[in-house]
């Protein structure tokens, strides 16, 4: 069925959009608003390698982070997800050290790591930054405010640091599950 309207083409009324579906109003102040009046909003942690502390520290770690875990009373989602890291500007600037060294045996330590670097880039490896985000959702604006600051309290104890999500953050989240990690750019149509 094709509906005719003076200011719009011809649509196909039985054609589906993803913002036909996704119920989203807006993404602001690091919250998704969504249709029926949540705020889906949370924290991302920053990642910590507990496997470079000694035993006593892993296990520490390790017990914070479960009691953590035990005192939310509230439903969340644990996001794990992987983004490509990009070195370029760290390689300009292993290029730039390396051009202007005089240093034989620098120049040589530059340039092992300026190899290993391209190494790492190269399709045998698949370099990537792990991101740990914590969501909940809440159509009450003061219990968001309390779920935010007992995350990132509970993650401080537990010796791990913490951020509300960010706008850009949950735009990467939405792209990375519903473009299969492939990054959208929005652009004007003129």
């Known amino acids: 069925m094709t509906q005719m309207n003076s200011n719009k083409p011809n649509i196909d009324a039985s054609v ?6 996704l ?25 910590k390698n ?13 017990f914070n982070l479960s009691t953590f ?13 992987d983004r490509p890291v ?11 050290a390396y051009n202007h060294s005089q240093n034989s045996a620098i120049r040589k330590l530059i340039m092992q790591d ?9 399709r045998e490896y698949n370099v990537v930054d792990t991101e740990y985000t914590f969501l909940f959702k809440e159509k009450k604006m003061e219990l968001v405010q309390k779920k935010l600051h007992t995350l990132i309290s509970g ?14 953050d949950l735009r990467m989240i939405l792209d990375s599950f519903l473009n ?11």
């Open 180 to 190: 299969d990690g492939i990054q959208t750019n929005f652009k004007a149509v003129m």
């Open 114 to 122: 300026i190899n290993k670097a391209n190494l790492f880039m190269s």
């Open 155 to 168: 993650l401080s104890n537990a010796g791990l640091s913490s951020s509300q999500t960010s706008n850009t």
């Open 69 to 81: 875990y035990n005192t939310l009373d509230f439903d969340f989602w644990l996001l794990i997800s």
């Open 23 to 47: 119920p989203i109003k807006s993404i602001n102040n690091g919250m998704i608003l969504t249709d029926d009046g949540y705020y889906v909003t949370g924290v991302k942690v920053t990642p």
């Open 86 to 96: 990009d070195i370029d500007m760290y390689l300009s600037e292993l290029q730039v």
């Open 50 to 62: 507990i496997f470079i502390l000694d035993e006593g520290s892993q296990n520490s770690t390790l």
């Open 16 to 21: 589906k959009y993803t913002e036909d579906w």
